[in-house]
């Protein structure tokens, strides 16, 4: 049976997109036009295709993201020079964007990139954005990543959740790769979502959806089942990062694969926490991958699908 998308208001917008890039959220307001995350760099050109054929004449005024992963906030760069619009990100990345050193270092660790973009705003939690003329508030959702924010419109009962809630999961808890806590933090958010009165949720990734409860419910389950063995999350984040990686290259040989998984940091750690090296565990990753349809092995190649 066919899904019925859910009825959005008017001023809201969905860019749905697939690996590799968020969803981008459009918000058309009389005072402006907003957009929640912008894709991955890769992507940019194409990101920024998509949402002028969705303005039709309008300009884009601001930029909020979410949180400064890659697939979320690659297209800041060259939408900025594009329509000289503001951008808005999480006040505590703040020093971090200035400097960019280390942020930069923490898209290397897992093999990725993003441009250099500048900010005019900061979003705290407890703050209250106005987008496409209705009012959003602004809550912390660290689990996924520390300093990530969703925002909910009280007066239509909607959720932007960015990658703390999808219609079947969340994203990968990175900071349990790294020693620090995210499993109880992604708890809390949970816990917080659900306290709140939602009959829409549009995901980071993935259509929007209104069963709300039965994704927490999925949700709880998923996060018991991988705070019972964190093997399990290093093992799924593993294959986020090989997958991304190859469907970013679109084709790599096998030895580019060993220099990839050698020179990320969190590849690296994924592997520590299960114990193992990545000849040991690749070609089962690969296999897997090859399964489920993302990618095929011709010879001494990987070709994305």
Same mark, same amino acid.
């Given at each position: 049976?066919?899904?019925?998308?859910?009825?959005?208001?008017?001023?809201?917008?969905?860019?749905?997109?697939?690996?590799?890039?968020?969803?981008?959220?459009?918000?058309?307001?009389?005072? =402006?036009?907003?957009?929640?995350?912008?894709?991955?760099?890769?992507?940019?050109?194409?990101?920024?295709?998509?949402?002028?054929?969705?303005?039709?004449?309008?300009?884009?005024?601001?930029?909020?993201?979410?949180?400064?992963?890659?697939?979320?906030?690659?297209?800041?760069?060259?939408?900025?020079?594009?329509?000289?619009?503001?951008?808005?990100?999480?006040?505590?990345?703040?020093?971090?964007?200035?400097?960019?050193?280390?942020?930069?270092?923490?898209?290397?660790?897992?093999?990725?990139?993003?441009?250099? $973009?500048? $900010?005019?705003?900061?979003?705290?939690?407890?703050?209250?954005?106005?987008?496409?003329?209705?009012?959003?508030?602004?809550?912390?959702?660290?689990?996924?990543?520390?300093?990530?924010?969703?925002?909910?419109?009280?007066?239509?009962?909607?959720?932007?959740?960015?990658?703390?809630?999808?219609?079947?999961? $969340?994203?990968?808890? $990175?900071?349990?790769?790294? =020693?620090?806590?995210?499993?109880?933090?992604?708890?809390?958010?949970?816990?917080?979502?659900?306290?709140?009165?939602?009959?829409?949720?549009?995901?980071?990734?993935?259509?929007?959806?209104?069963?709300?409860? =039965?994704?927490?419910?999925?949700?709880?389950?998923?996060?018991?089942?991988?705070?019972?063995?964190?093997?399990?999350?290093?093992?799924?984040?593993?294959?986020?990062?090989?997958?991304?990686?190859?469907?970013?290259?679109?084709?790599?040989?096998?030895?580019?694969?060993?220099?990839?998984?050698?020179?990320?940091?969190?590849?690296?750690?994924?592997?520590?926490?299960?114990?193992?090296?990545?000849?040991?565990?690749?070609?089962?990753?690969?296999?897997?991958?090859?399964?489920?349809?993302?990618?095929?092995?011709?010879?001494?190649?990987?070709?994305?699908?």
């Amino acid at each position: 049976m066919l899904k019925t998308a859910p009825a959005l208001p008017a001023s809201i917008h969905v860019l749905e997109r697939g690996w590799l890039s968020s969803n981008n959220i459009l918000l058309y307001g009389s005072h =402006g036009v907003a957009v929640v995350d912008t894709g991955y760099v890769t992507h940019a050109e194409q990101t920024l295709a998509l949402i002028q054929h969705a303005l039709n004449g309008r300009t884009l005024d601001l930029i909020v993201n979410t949180h400064l992963h890659t697939d979320h906030c690659g297209g800041n760069a060259l939408l900025q020079r594009h329509y000289r619009c503001d951008i808005a990100i999480p006040q505590l990345d703040a020093d971090k964007v200035r400097a960019w050193d280390e942020l930069e270092q923490g898209f290397k660790a897992a093999g990725q990139c993003c441009e250099r $973009f500048d $900010f005019q705003r900061t979003l705290t939690p407890g703050q209250v954005l106005e987008l496409g003329d209705l009012l959003w508030e602004v809550h912390a959702a660290p689990g996924h990543e520390p300093h990530s924010l969703i925002l909910y419109c009280r007066a239509e009962r909607i959720l932007i959740t960015a990658d703390a809630l999808w219609e079947n999961g $969340f994203g990968v808890i $990175f900071p349990e790769l790294i =020693g620090a806590s995210g499993f109880a933090e992604q708890q809390a958010v949970l816990e917080l979502i659900e306290s709140l009165d939602v009959d829409i949720v549009i995901p980071g990734h993935g259509a929007p959806f209104t069963d709300v409860a =039965g994704a927490l419910a999925r949700a709880f389950s998923r996060l018991a089942y991988l705070r019972a063995d964190p093997r399990r999350n290093a093992s799924n984040a593993l294959k986020v990062l090989i997958a991304f990686k190859l469907l970013e290259a679109r084709s790599m040989s096998l030895a580019e694969l060993d220099r990839f998984i050698d020179g990320s940091s969190l590849v690296q750690s994924c592997l520590q926490i299960l114990h193992t090296d990545h000849s040991a565990v690749l070609s089962e990753m690969l296999a897997a991958l090859e399964r489920g349809g993302t990618l095929r092995i011709v010879e001494d190649r990987i070709e994305a699908c």
